[in-house]
């Protein structure tokens, strides 16, 4: 398949190599022109266990370009990955600047059917109006898909390669079939595609965030507590983890009724919008 990946950051950058390296021509795009000329060299702006290997690999077997002409790569492809950053703004709500210019670029100079995929990190709705602000732009035929990367960076080519899950949101039944054959390489028995309407999609993202940064706040208080108390946190982490109600991959959690989970969730207020979760007042990236 002909991809066309635009923003070489972090996970622009691994998403493309990847692609790459499991047989697709891939052209990875940004503004950035001087990121341009050091990858097109082979060099990586980021260090990765395994990414550079890759690229020299793929930049070898003319598999992988690297480019600064959007709609040049667009003409080309057939699925095109939005990984622009969207940056929290002063409000805690996240910039979707760039993500809506990217898609707005492609549907202008889109010449035939194809799929945008959005890979950045959004708020819940953010598809259904890229696909409406598409199509007013355009007669051409694109489905908008959202696809939440969850890698880890020091550790993104194994996630990418090895994914503990990959989800997928597409409202119609040719993204489906595309984004099945685009993963294929990627999906082990435990590892599977979550298939899914986008919105549901966008916010398991944000729905896994804000689960990690309440288990890590969690856990930092039951290491305080620990420590007055003189027990050993380690002792106390292992046992409590081994709990299979709390990180079960074979019993899915309830979704609503007593659970444990339900009320503490319900108690927090949790509501799904377009903040970042935060780990109480600790700085933290939450991508
Ligand atoms: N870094 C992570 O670990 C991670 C993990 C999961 C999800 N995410 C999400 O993925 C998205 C991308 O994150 P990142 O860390 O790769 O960002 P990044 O800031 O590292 O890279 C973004 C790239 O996009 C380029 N860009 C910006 N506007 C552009 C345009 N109009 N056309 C072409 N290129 C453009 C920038 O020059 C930059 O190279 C964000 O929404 C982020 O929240 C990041």
């Not at 991809?3 to 021509?25: M, W």
């Amino acid at each position: 398949m002909r991809i066309a990946v635009i923003g070489t950051g972090y996970v622009g950058l691994v998403a493309g190599v990847c692609f790459a390296d499991s047989g697709h021509t891939v052209v990875c795009v940004d503004v950035d022109e001087e990121k341009i000329l050091r990858l097109r060299q082979g060099e990586s702006p980021i260090y990765e266990p395994g990414l550079e290997e890759l690229l020299h690999k793929n930049l070898a077997a003319e598999r992988l370009a690297f480019a600064t002409d959007l709609p040049a790569a667009v003409k080309a492809s057939e699925v095109v990955f939005i990984a622009v950053g969207t940056p929290q703004g002063a409000d805690g709500n996240a910039d979707l600047r760039a993500a809506m210019n990217v898609a707005n670029q492609i549907a202008d100079a889109a010449e035939r059917p194809l799929i945008i995929v959005n890979k950045s990190t959004v708020p819940v709705g953010t598809a259904a109006r890229m696909q409406a602000e598409v199509a007013a732009r355009t007669q051409v035929g694109i489905d908008v898909v959202s696809n939440p990367e969850f890698l880890k960076e020091g550790a993104a080519i194994d996630d990418f390669l090895r994914p503990d899950r990959i989800v997928i949101g597409a409202g119609s039944e040719r993204a489906r079939a595309v984004m099945s054959e685009l993963y294929a390489p990627f999906v082990r028995t435990e590892g599977p595609i979550y298939f899914m309407d986008p919105r549901s999609a966008e916010l398991t993202k944000y729905a896994a965030n804000a689960m990690l940064a309440a288990r890590i706040s969690f856990m930092n208080e039951v290491a305080m507590l620990c420590e007055r108390v003189g027990a050993d946190v380690d002792s106390v982490r292992k046992a409590m983890g081994s709990d299979e109600r709390a990180c079960s991959r074979r019993r899915p959690p309830r979704t609503s009724g007593k659970g444990a989970c339900a009320e503490s969730a319900s108690a927090s207020g949790a509501s799904p919008s377009s903040r970042r979760p935060t780990t109480c007042g600790r700085r933290r990236r939450w991508p």
